[in-house]
């Protein structure tokens, strides 16, 4: 069975800084590319990063392009997102969602449960 | 960017009724959109990708159908279970990979 598991989400000050885990299971997480998906409070979904198998190609949304850090472990078979200088506009449920593999890239068909960042003093 | 609008907001229809969800691409995306289900305080569920092809496990009363720049998320004969926003997502030009803002199914 196909998991991701996220972690490290909490209470930060604005301006601090906070790394996110998505722990993966049930699949052989070094040959997919995987991203991160945030929802603000009552909010929709919204990109933030992407990284293919190997860790060379990665990608960010311009909202988090220069404060967050997109990288993996293959052998931990580990995502995480480090995340500096957050804003009170970053506060979201953090998703972890793998890039189906098919033929046309882009669509996420696993996602983790989220794990919950709230930025505030 | 390409901007993903979906309509209506909120959708309220009658057990056993029709559904039907749109969205709509600010540009041409041929056949690259995916659907996804969020009931309340889950993640979201792939539900079709590639326009019209369901995903594993995904009951036949979900379907999707469109292209280019105009697309519909269709529930046969809703049920209680399909209460959730249900979400658009185009992959046809990124980064960035945008989603439309939702629609809210509601049992009426």
């Known amino acids: 069975e196909v998991q991701l598991v996220e972690s490290g989400g909490g209470l930060v000050q604005p301006g601090g800084s906070l790394r996110l885990s998505c722990a993966a299971s049930?699949?052989?997480?070094?040959?997919?590319?995987i991203n991160w998906v945030r929802q603000a409070p009552g909010k929709g979904l919204e990109w933030v990063s992407y990284?293919?198998?190997?860790?060379?190609?990665?990608y960010y949304a311009d909202s988090v392009k220069g404060r967050f850090t997109i990288s993996r472990d293959n052998a931990k078979k580990s995502l995480y997102l480090q995340m500096n200088s957050l804003r009170a506009e970053d506060t979201a449920v953090y998703y972890c969602?793998?890039?189906?593999?098919?033929?046309?890239?882009?669509?996420?068909?696993?996602w983790g449960q989220g794990t919950l960042v709230t930025v505030s003093s | 960017e390409i901007v993903m609008t979906q309509s209506p907001a909120t959708l309220s229809v009658s057990p056993g009724e029709r559904a039907t969800l749109s969205c709509r691409a600010s540009?041409?995306?041929?056949?690259?959109l995916a659907w996804y289900q969020q009931k309340s305080g889950q993640a979201p569920r792939l539900l079709i990708y590639?326009?019209?092809t369901r995903a594993t496990g995904i009951p036949a009363r979900f379907s999707g159908s469109g292209s280019g720049t105009e697309f519909t998320l269709t529930i046969s004969t809703l049920q209680s279970e399909d209460v959730a926003v249900y979400y658009c997502?185009?992959?046809?030009?990124?980064?960035?990979?945008?989603f439309g803002g939702g629609t809210k199914v509601e049992i009426k």
């Open positions: 969602a793998r890039t189906s593999m098919s033929l046309l890239r882009g669509y996420f068909d696993y």
């Open positions: 049930g699949f052989t997480f070094s040959t997919y590319e």
């Open positions: 990284i293919d198998s190997s860790g060379n190609s990665i």
């Open positions: 540009q041409t995306i041929s056949s690259t």
């Open positions: 590639g326009a019209s």
């Open positions: 997502q185009q992959y046809n030009d990124w980064p960035p990979l945008t």
